[in-house]
């Protein structure tokens, strides 16, 4: 009802509303203008803040004055939101966000500054990032840089000061939306409205462009510092092949942890030379956008399940769906954050997960012989497969967490299990 | 049954009636019957109708045995009544009561309590999992204390009773000779005469975890808070911020995973309870402090931070619920087995009382001293904080842009304040840096986080930038930079050099209004219609005002002393009434300990600052029918004359169309009459109701021959601060120039007040309800036990009164009418009298608006008052409401107050005319001596039953010396007194042992108290230079070893009747349903009952 209210108040200064086919750009003041203050006189003290220097623009017309910080430029994406408090670094270095703005709901961004070992990845992928507030100091003893500097270094613009709760309600109620984020001043609205309309996230590879080049070994494991499930580690050491579709390197941290050997290959790795591997398990990993947009990848899965035990997390459970046969869609603005409560159907205990994705598979068009093991208590949605006879598992969301609670990660247990098992029968 | 928290005492406020009322709630929701025992009266969840059965009663093993064998509840919920309630389930387990009835512990058990209170089986338990703690050890003695603290090497140390609250009894050593006294007052404080030596982590952040976990081994995290003073404070005296600000995910999580696997190691097998965790800001090593396994002030906090309502799931899940099988309350579609997610900060800052407690020193330690709170929501931590700081009332529309104490000291000065937590360090910080002090040297002085002193910081840069500007040329952008960071008008009008009403106009003017944002539990993920809002500078509003019929109610903002939690019970019984009455009801408060801010109470919830601005912007957006300022105390009466002023100069309609905005009840114009001196002093005489002689002094000459008028003793007080403050009973010319000088500063601009203080009067209080029809009916007449001088929040009284001849009462009834409608109140009234030893009546005071005791009357006449006093506002007949006679009841309802002295090092024990209880409790009996017995037991005080009475009388108190003194004799007590006394005893062939007073040697008083042979104290101070040292020294060792001390001649007398009632009857406990049951079946009619007079 209040955004009704509001938007009709938006719209009153648009004299174009009246012509819904074709709206026309509104502005929505949230800061100082950029045009210079009237104010003449010039002995007055400078003000103490950043003025505005940058718009989103979002498809639905809807134009975000804001400050930027990072890089400067002009970017398009699709804005998702994360409800995560803790974990920004983290968030920035997931592979599976490239080609998307962030938009934090947490307000205070940027307060711990950014550190060595926080890192997922490489590099940022992601198209920009949108707070509330940008953190004026950094206060961690683990920081060794600001965030604002680290954006710069990796050419990621960012923006804030501008009203993050009422576009996360907006992409709550209309799903969501493509946006254009500028601090070029030349570029007139209309053209940015327009850039944002003629950008599709649905069908396009973006895994390619996130995934390794060529097969690597990984041995890392939890930092001791930050090891937090010390327990139950058998002797047997497994050699699992992990597919980087845009893999978070905490997943192979965990690995190595529960005492994998792991090769990590490219998404464009061939089956049968991973298979020539005599791997004990494969992992598919989570990635960025459309599993539809990666064909090639779902038949390589196609070509390894049944062969050895698999683990798919996030894009790889999306990619085992399809690759048994089930439909994958789109979800209205999909899952992002660190409090979604799953229900582990086999020992019916609640896990608090890590999610981030916004396409899901159907389980009601997945064949006889799949079980769905988890469930999104939120909305029911699946957040878990199992075909035991094909030594199958996966999870919709990320078990190694980073960020987000370690409810989940004796799934990684499971994995092993299957391994073991699979050892013995073998 | 569920046990409730007792009291109001510091560290145990009115959050555990909030989370006493959700679980009654619960429960009853869930079908269950539930009997609920507490002794305070002036709580929601006492009111008759939340449980099935209410004992307002003593709360001691003994007697709450008495009510399991009478109503054998299958089990018994300790977890909601904090530490009262918990002690008391320890208590009846170990003892084999509840196995004896067979009622099942629920919550947390018998263990688990054990475990996570018990100093060394935490240690062990947190040890056995991998946790670090502080290097400590438990000792029993001072012997074995003082050996640990050889063996840590190193002081500061930290010294934690084990099984007390809110760090009762404990502190921080920073030499030898400290350490001894602490830890001799924490064994003795300490239930198990146990107390933790530990290791002091001064200067290492501190964070505390809510946790729930259910009976399927589901856990969540429900809120992280940070807490801006460093360890060192008690951390409900420390400012904090919800979510924590200053952690990576890594660190988070590994606190989550900790405060995961102690929930599980200690066994709370289901609800809510709070970790506390020190993280050494140099290497992010973490140790665990404590952890309370029970719903906390900090759980009231987080349910308000977040939306998430801990004490009501916590009740769900003690019936056996799993998280995920209830639903999320505020989202309704989303299940409660999930971790908030909140997308604003929330600031804490607790209030403090000091200045009530001469002696006592203002510094904070790990003893909790704050007696209340509030708490803001913005959307930045600068704009909560801000916020946070204009809600406590305490004379600052924000953090800076004031004229502050601190910019005057010299360097000295102000890093000690600096250094030592204070209440007022966050002033000293500010003055600090426009001195040009840098964060870096603020941090190194006071261990705050960088993070928050930069936030700070900034906010000093933005008042130098306002300072170079005029108003006419701020801009729009500048006004909304600048409220965005939590500047009220009032600040901006301070730095612009402009008032507080042109900022608004020129704000307005420019469109810079408030959007209120809505507390949903999940940042917006989640469609959720819960009306819990804040305002903020941000772009879109969510408020979404409907068009219905509607009032808005103003709370009583931040628990003080004088004004807490009876306030919020009536503001919280006029939302529920004028709900049922088919209004739409707004509340607004500040307070996240109370009933009224829980989301569920009213129809929308605004969290915010109770200051004139907040409020006409909510005025503005809502356009409400009604507006009620009688029932929040003087917070909201005091905003009633600047609103009416408002609403006479833009006339809002309603937004319901039904006509203007309008303040409802008594008009503001009279209660300006009631509080203006010499407007009222012409109405009494008018209307020929006699007051005490008096006159308002304009300077010491003034004074001295108002006085020599009068005659001494006169109570003198400044005319300028309410509630009782820096008032005082003076004897002489000698004192009066004394407290002239030293008290109070005199001029023409601030008068003082002079009256004839009414010796050994009896003082009465009376609660009236009036409606617009001019009908007056009175609601309770309480005869105070203790005599006039003693502050009426301070004193105990009886409801019917005991001794007061009816010709007395007639003329109370007919003064209180008379003034009740020339007042034209429309509402609540209270008056108190005096009435004299010759029974001349006086009326001293007149409030038209709720009294503390509106709460204890209702319950003692059985007519909820705050309800009917709302309804009638809205513009119903006391005819409509059936209420036309007043209800003088069989039964004997007493008050005792509760007073904080023991957490107050060095302060006197003495009553006097300033208020400084804290909480009270409630008696009921058919008898007054039983039911002042019980009220006496309920407040604390042991009556003895045969032993050693000391008795020390004043001159003006020794004519009843004989008559207490042949009382206690008659018990069988033995009685010893000093010389004075002794002689004049003596001389009435009483029998008395002497002892030597505590400066003329020893064995003394104090050496007989220490050695337990003095089991009853009753002193009167003769108030000179001798007791002040002397006495006082005396009566604070009677409170060290818990002897009870009665310090009026009232006192003594109904508590000699108490210990003879008790010596030949042992104590029923009844249900205060049954008080009425029985009554309604006698149906008795009273000849004292008053008929309600015609209208006019």
């Known amino acids: 009802m209040a955004t009704v209210n509001y938007a009709v108040r938006c719209f009153v200064t648009n004299p174009s509303a009246k012509n819904p086919s074709k709206p026309r750009p509104f502005v929505v003041r949230c800061s100082v203008p950029l045009s210079p203050s009237h104010d003449a006189s010039t002995a007055v003290q400078e003000r103490p803040w950043k003025v505005a220097d940058a718009r989103l623009v979002?498809?639905?017309?809807?134009?975000?004055?804001?400050?930027?910080?990072?890089?400067?430029?002009?970017q398009v994406g699709e804005v998702v939101f994360n409800t995560s408090l803790t974990g920004y670094q983290e968030i920035l270095t997931d592979p599976s966000y490239a080609g998307q703005f962030v938009l934090m709901t947490n307000p205070h961004i940027g307060n711990t500054g950014v550190n060595f070992d926080d890192e997922e990845s490489r590099q940022c992928f992601?198209?920009?990032?949108?707070?509330?507030?940008?953190?004026?100091?950094?206060?961690?003893?683990?920081?060794?840089?600001?965030?604002?500097?680290?954006?710069?270094?990796?050419?990621?613009?960012?923006?804030?000061?501008?009203?993050?709760?009422?576009?996360?309600?907006?992409?709550?109620?209309?799903?969501?939306?493509?946006?254009?984020?500028?601090?070029?001043?030349?570029?007139?609205?209309?053209?940015?409205?327009?850039?944002?309309?003629?950008?599709?996230?649905?069908?396009?590879?973006?895994?390619?462009?996130?995934?390794?080049?060529?097969?690597?070994?990984?041995?890392?494991?939890?930092?001791?510092?930050?090891?937090?499930?010390?327990?139950?580690?058998?002797?047997?050491?497994?050699?699992?092949?992990?597919?980087?579709?845009?893999?978070?390197?905490?997943?192979?941290?965990?690995?190595?942890?529960?005492?994998?050997?792991?090769?990590?290959v490219p998404s464009t790795w061939p089956a049968s030379e991973t298979l020539k591997m005599n791997p004990d398990g494969v992992l598919f990993s989570n990635g960025p956008g459309d599993p539809s947009a990666v064909p090639y990848a779902v038949e390589t899965v196609k070509e390894i399940i049944g062969k050895v035990p698999v683990f798919g997390i996030c894009m790889g459970h999306q990619l085992l769906g399809q690759a048994l046969g089930g439909k994958t869609f789109k979800m209205k603005f999909g899952h992002h954050g660190g409090n979604h409560p799953v229900r582990n159907l086999r020992n019916s205990r609640v896990e608090i997960s890590s999610q981030n994705h916004n396409y899901a598979v159907d389980p009601a068009s997945l064949p006889e012989g799949v079980e769905v093991t988890h469930i999104n208590l939120n909305d029911g949605s699946c957040a878990g497969l199992a075909f035991p006879s094909l030594k199958l598992m996966s999870l919709q969301y990320h078990p190694e967490a980073s960020p987000g609670p370690h409810d989940s990660d004796t799934s990684f247990e499971e994995f092993i299990q299957l391994m073991k098992q699979a050892k013995q029968a073998a | 049954m569920i046990l409730g928290a007792g009291p109001i005492v510091i560290g145990q406020a009115c959050e555990f009636d909030y989370s006493g009322t959700q679980a009654c709630k619960a429960l009853k929701e869930e079908g269950y019957e539930v009997v609920l025992i507490n002794s305070n009266p002036a709580t929601i969840m006492t009111d008759p109708d939340l449980a099935d059965k209410t004992y307002i009663t003593p709360m001691t093993p003994e007697l709450v045995e008495q009510v399991l064998e009478k109503e054998r509840p299958d089990a018994l919920l300790p977890t909601m009544g904090g530490q009262t309630a918990l002690n008391l389930a320890v208590a009846l387990a170990e003892s084999g009561v509840l196995e004896k009835y067979g009622v099942e512990l629920i919550g947390a058990k018998l263990d688990a309590i054990k475990k996570a209170e018990d100093r060394d089986l935490f240690k062990q338990a947190m040890k056995t999992i991998g946790i670090k703690t502080p290097p400590s050890g438990i000792g029993n003695t001072l012997d074995e204390c003082i050996e640990i603290a050889h063996e840590i090497g190193e002081f500061p140390l930290i010294i934690r009773p084990a099984f007390t609250l809110g760090g009762t009894g404990g502190g921080i050593a920073y030499n030898k000779e400290e350490f001894e006294t602490i830890c001799k007052a924490g064994l003795a404080a300490s239930l198990t005469r146990q107390v933790l030596v530990e290791k002091s982590l001064l200067g290492w952040k501190e964070y505390e975890l809510e946790v729930m976990r259910d009976l399927a081994d589901n856990v969540v995290i429900i809120c992280s808070i940070e807490n801006i003073d460093a360890m060192g404070v008690h951390t409900g005296d420390s400012i904090t911020v919800a979510p924590a600000q200053t952690l990576t995910d890594k660190e988070y999580q590994r606190l989550r995973d900790y405060s995961i696997a102690i929930i599980r190691e200690i066994g709370v097998e289901c609800g809510g309870s709070n970790v506390q965790f020190a993280v050494n800001p140099v290497d992010g090593e973490v140790m665990?402090?404590?952890?309370?396994?029970?719903?906390?002030?900090?759980?009231?906090?987080?349910?308000?931070?977040?939306?998430?309502?801990?004490?009501?799931?916590?009740?769900?899940?003690?019936?056996?619920?799993?998280?995920?099988?209830?639903?999320?309350?505020?989202?309704?579609?989303?299940?409660?087995?999930?971790?908030?997610?909140?997308?604003?900060?929330?600031?804490?800052?607790?209030?403090?009382?000091?200045?009530?407690?001469?002696?006592?020193?203002?510094?904070?330690?790990?003893?909790?001293?704050?007696?209340?709170?509030?708490?803001?929501?913005?959307?930045?931590?600068?704009?909560?904080?801000?916020?946070?700081?204009?809600?406590?009332?305490?004379?600052?529309?924000?953090?800076?842009?004031?004229?502050?104490?601190?910019?005057?000291?010299?360097?000295?000065?102000?890093?000690?304040?600096?250094?030592?937590?204070?209440?007022?360090?966050?002033?000293?910080?500010?003055?600090?840096?426009?001195?040009?002090?840098?964060?870096?040297?603020?941090?190194?002085?006071?261990?705050?986080?960088?993070?928050?002193?930069?936030?700070?910081?900034?906010?000093?840069?933005?008042?130098?930038?306002?300072?170079?500007?005029?108003?006419?040329?701020?801009?729009?952008?500048?006004?909304?930079?600048?409220?965005?960071?939590?500047?009220?008008?009032?600040?901006?009008?301070?730095?612009?050099?402009?008032?507080?009403?042109?900022?608004?106009?020129?704000?307005?003017?420019?469109?810079?209004?408030?959007?209120?944002?809505?507390?949903?539990?999940?940042?917006?993920?989640?469609?959720?219609?819960?009306?819990?809002?804040?305002?903020?500078?941000?772009?879109?509003?969510?408020?979404?005002?409907?068009?219905?019929?509607?009032?808005?109610?103003?709370?009583?903002?931040?628990?003080?002393?004088?004004?807490?939690?009876?306030?919020?019970?009536?503001?919280?019984?006029?939302?529920?009434?004028?709900?049922?009455?088919?209004?739409?009801?707004?509340?607004?408060?500040?307070?996240?300990?109370?009933?009224?801010?829980?989301?569920?109470?009213?129809?929308?919830l605004y969290f915010e600052p109770l200051t004139i601005e907040d409020v006409l912007n909510i005025i503005d957006l809502e356009r409400p029918d009604g507006i009620i300022v009688q029932f929040g105390g003087q917070t909201p009466l005091k905003l009633a004359l600047p609103i009416q002023q408002y609403l006479d100069e833009h006339r809002p309609t309603s937004a319901s169309g039904a006509g203007l905005v309008r303040i409802w009840g008594t008009s503001p114009d009279s209660i300006d009459a009631a509080e203006d001196r010499e407007r009222f002093n012409a109405i009494l005489k008018e209307l020929q109701i006699e007051q005490p002689k008096g006159g308002i002094a304009k300077c010491e000459d003034d004074a001295l021959s108002i006085a020599k008028d009068i005659g001494y003793p006169v109570v003198v007080r400044p005319s300028y601060v309410l509630g009782g403050r820096a008032m005082e009973i003076v004897y002489s010319d000698d004192k009066l120039a004394t407290y002239l000088e030293n008290a109070v500063e005199v001029d023409p601009e601030r008068p003082v007040l002079i009256d004839k203080y009414l010796s050994d009067a009896i003082e009465i209080d009376v609660d009236a309800l009036a409606d617009s029809n001019g009908n007056v009916v009175i609601g309770g007449i309480m005869e105070h036990i203790e005599q006039a001088g003693v502050h009426s929040g301070d004193s105990a009284c009886s409801l019917p009164t005991k001794t007061i001849p009816p010709s007395c009462l007639a003329t109370i009834r007919s003064w209180t009418t008379k003034l009740a409608k020339r007042l034209n109140v429309c509402g609540l009234m209270n008056c108190q009298y005096a009435i004299t030893l010759s029974g001349e009546v006086f009326l001293l005071e007149a409030n038209p608006r709720a009294s503390r005791t509106v709460p204890f009357v209702s319950k003692a006449i059985g007519h909820p008052l705050a309800k009917y006093a709302s309804l009638v506002m809205s513009g119903k007949s006391l005819h409509e409401l059936n209420f036309t006679n007043e209800v003088v009841p069989r039964h004997v309802s007493v008050k005792e107050a509760v007073l904080p002295f023991e957490k107050f090092q060095g302060c006197d024990v003495l009553l006097g005319p300033e208020m400084r209880s804290t909480g009270e409790v409630m008696g009921i009996d058919y008898e007054f001596p039983v039911a002042f017995a019980k009220a006496q037991i309920a407040a604390g005080q042991k009556l003895p039953l045969s032993g050693t009475v000391f008795l020390s009388l004043n001159d003006l108190t020794k004519p009843h010396l004989e008559r207490i003194a042949k009382a206690f004799l008659d018990l069988g007590f033995k009685i010893i007194s000093t010389s004075g006394t002794a002689h004049v005893l003596e001389l009435a062939g009483i029998p008395a042992e002497r002892v030597l007073k505590m400066h003329e040697g020893r064995p003394h008083a104090g050496d007989m108290i220490a050695n337990g042979e003095i089991q009853l104290m009753v002193i009167t101070s003769s108030g000179d230079a001798l007791d002040s040292i002397d006495g006082r020294h005396l009566r604070r060792m009677a409170l060290a070893y818990k002897v009870p001390i009665i310090t009026t001649v009232a006192g003594a007398l109904a508590s000699v009747e108490a210990i003879r009632s008790l010596k030949s009857s042992s104590i029923q406990m009844i249900a205060l349903q049954d008080f009425f049951d029985e009554e309604a079946i006698k149906t008795l009619s009273n000849k004292r009952l008053q008929s309600v007079s015609p209208s006019l």
């Open chain 1, 126 to 264: 992601l198209a920009g990032l949108v707070i509330r507030s940008l953190s004026i100091s950094t206060s961690n003893w683990r920081c060794t840089k600001t965030l604002g500097d680290y954006l710069a270094e990796r050419n990621i613009m960012g923006i804030y000061d501008v009203d993050t709760r009422a576009i996360t309600r907006r992409l709550r109620q209309d799903g969501s939306l493509i946006g254009v984020l500028s601090t070029e001043q030349s570029k007139a609205d209309e053209e940015l409205l327009e850039m944002s309309r003629s950008w599709d996230i649905v069908g396009v590879d973006l895994i390619s462009g996130v995934s390794c080049n060529a097969p690597y070994e990984w041995i890392n494991k939890t930092n001791s510092d930050w090891e937090f499930n010390s327990g139950g580690r058998g002797g047997d050491k497994f050699h699992v092949v992990a597919y980087d579709f845009g893999i978070k390197q905490n997943i192979l941290r965990r690995l190595a942890s529960y005492g994998c050997k792991i090769t990590v």
């Open chain 2, 288 to 604: 665990v402090i404590e952890m309370n396994p029970r719903v906390s002030r900090s759980s009231a906090l987080a349910s308000k931070a977040t939306g998430f309502p801990i004490a009501k799931m916590a009740a769900k899940l003690s019936v056996g619920y799993s998280l995920d099988q209830i639903p999320n309350d505020i989202t309704k579609k989303t299940p409660a087995s999930f971790e908030p997610s909140i997308d604003y900060v929330v600031t804490k800052i607790p209030r403090f009382a000091f200045e009530k407690f001469p002696g006592s020193q203002p510094i904070l330690t790990t003893q909790m001293k704050s007696v209340g709170e509030s708490m803001a929501l913005g959307r930045t931590f600068q704009e909560s904080f801000q916020k946070a700081v204009r809600s406590l009332e305490l004379g600052y529309s924000g953090w800076g842009c004031a004229q502050v104490k601190e910019l005057d000291w010299d360097w000295d000065q102000l890093k000690y304040g600096l250094r030592v937590p204070n209440p007022d360090r966050i002033h000293a910080i500010y003055a600090a840096m426009k001195r040009g002090m840098k964060v870096d040297d603020i941090h190194e002085v006071t261990d705050i986080d960088k993070w928050f002193l930069t936030q700070l910081k900034e906010l000093v840069d933005i008042e130098q930038y306002l300072l170079s500007r005029s108003l006419s040329n701020l801009t729009k952008d500048d006004f909304y930079e600048v409220k965005r960071r939590g500047f009220s008008d009032k600040q901006i009008a301070f730095a612009t050099n402009s008032t507080e009403k042109e900022i608004r106009k020129k704000r307005l003017s420019l469109g810079v209004k408030p959007a209120y944002k809505r507390v949903d539990t999940c940042a917006a993920e989640f469609e959720a219609n819960t009306p819990y809002m804040y305002s903020s500078y941000d772009f879109e509003c969510e408020s979404a005002p409907t068009q219905k019929r509607k009032v808005l109610i103003l709370g009583g903002g931040p628990n003080r002393i004088g004004q807490g939690i009876e306030f919020d019970y009536c503001c919280c019984h006029t939302s529920f009434a004028l709900q049922d009455a088919g209004y739409e009801t707004i509340m607004m408060n500040s307070n996240p300990e109370t009933v009224s801010t829980d989301y569920d109470t009213s129809d929308r």
């Open chain 1, 58 to 74: 979002l498809a639905d017309g809807s134009i975000w004055r804001a400050k930027s910080f990072g890089a400067p430029g002009t």
